[in-house]
Every structure is written in C-alpha cells, then in structure tokens.
C-alpha cells in the first residue's frame, strides 16, 4: 500500500516552472510527484497553483494543461464547513495563516500521514497525526 501524503502548492510549482535559480527544487518536486505514494492535494492547491502560474506569465491554456495533469494523478478533496472549522482551530493553535491551515485541515480529514511544504516548520507534528515534511532540506 502507498503512503498517503498531502502535497502543498509550492511542490507542484516547483515541478512546472524550471530556471537556473531553482533547477535542484524542480528535480526534487518531479522526482517526489513521481513517486509510489497516493498524493492527496484540495481545490484550494489547484487555485493557487493557477495563480502562482499566472504571476509567471504561462499561458492560460498551459496552465489549464497542468492542472488537468495534477487532477488526473491526484485525489483531489474539496473543502467543506468541517474543513473550515478544523482550520479555524488548527491556526488560533498553531499560529498558521489561515491558507496553510486549510490545507493542514484538509490533509488530517484525509488521513495523510505527511504534508509535503516549504511554508511550514521542517517534522512539526500537527495534532499527533501530521507531520510537516520540507522535501528541499
């Protein structure tokens, strides 16, 4: 069985966009997306990932491509009021912004073992089931 893990925006990111000045974070976003683990991500990674995308001047049909790619290859959840209310309590407690908090929440209701960031502390433990991995150190 593949581990389920939640990967954050900032990987996928990383995997599309390619320069000189972040060309070890690309092969390291590509090889953990290629990986044999059961990638969980929510609509919100999409939307900044669209957004991320935009800012770089990608093409919109390009960007349309990508994320249809990571939809095909990614249980993608969508937030609900239970989502938002684990947020609320996950940020007043962990001091998170309110982005990453609902991306914390939506990783605990799936039940991912791991959320793959930069954003947030390197082997934090989040409510004695998460654990915060920053795949670039």
């Keep these: 069985m ?3 893990v939640f990967i954050d925006t900032n990987i996928f990111v990383y995997a599309a966009l390619q320069d000189d000045s972040n060309n070890n974070k690309h092969k390291i976003a590509i090889d ?9 991500i929510n609509t919100q ?19 349309i491509d990508y994320c249809n790619e990571i939809i095909e290859n990614t249980f993608v959840d969508s937030q609900n009021i239970e989502t ?4 609320w309590r996950i940020k007043i ?13 939506s990783a605990i209701q799936n039940n991912c073992r791991i959320l793959y960031s930069e954003d947030m502390q390197h082997n934090q433990i989040i409510e004695n089931s998460l654990k915060i991995v920053n795949p670039f150190i």
């Design 45 to 63: 990674v999409i939307n900044e990932f669209y957004n991320v995308l935009v800012k770089h001047k990608i093409q919109d049909t390009k960007i």
């Design 93 to 105: 407690k962990y001091c998170f912004s309110l982005w990453d908090s609902l991306v914390v929440a």
């Design 2 to 4: 593949n581990d389920r």
């Design 32 to 40: 953990l997306l290629q990986s044999n683990i059961e990638i969980i």
């Design 84 to 87: 938002l209310r684990t947020a």
